[in-house]
């Protein structure tokens, strides 16, 4: 599943009080924990009711579908990145692309461990549609901060670096939702080479290292 790939059909009740919006964060809080325990295909409507404590019709008000709540997980999670991304360029001023790299994957990587129901949720594809408008987001967001660390770069080449460095957590949560947890810190160690090569090559190239 795409990072990129973080839509579905909206929620069909719509929460306007304080009450109805916390009785949706803590359905969504549930339904992330039965998603964690039994995965994705396995977990149902009515073990997320039964766990949040809620009627089944009262779960269905919010979401029509799993796929719906599977929707509206990956959008939670993404956003979430996405914050947590935004202080990249503060936080790896004056390193080099391995210290860059690390520090991409390594706030993905502090999402998934806080909340397990990350990588089976990322890579739902079925009936879960694309959000242009987050993939544009994304895409911009690494962009900025390419074109921060090399001003010479230009737009069409940064948005290109920052497809491909989405590409390759992508390919991280491909890799990491087909293996326990125990055997994810060598395919997390490897995907910090690749994207730290690459870095190396596209934004800091001869000229354009930061200062030692």
Known sequence: MSVSSLSTRPARRVPVQNRAERRLESLLEHAAAVIARVGYEAATMTEIASRAKASIGSVYQYFPNKEAIAGALRRKFAADL?????????????????????????????????????????????????????????????????????????????????????????????????????????????????LAAYLERRIFPAGARPSP
């Not at 990588?119 to 895409?139: E, G, S, Y």
Request: hydrophobic share 45%; charged share 25%; glycine share 2%.
């Open 82 to 194: 996405a914050d947590r991304w935004n202080s990249l360029e503060a936080d790896t001023r004056d390193t080099g692309s391995e210290a860059l790299a690390s520090a991409i994957i390594d706030k993905f990587v502090a999402l998934a461990n806080e909340h397990p129901a990350v990588f089976p949720i990322m890579n739902v594809t079925q009936a879960v549609n694309h959000d242009p408008a987050l993939k544009k987001r994304l895409r911009a967001q690494f962009s900025s901060l390419f074109v921060a660390r090399n001003p010479r770069l230009s737009k069409a080449d940064a948005d290109q670096v920052a497809a491909v460095t989405l590409l390759t957590i992508k390919s991280l949560i491909i890799l990491c939702g087909e293996v326990r947890a125990k055997d994810r810190p060598p395919v997390v160690a490897e995907h910090k080479v690749l």
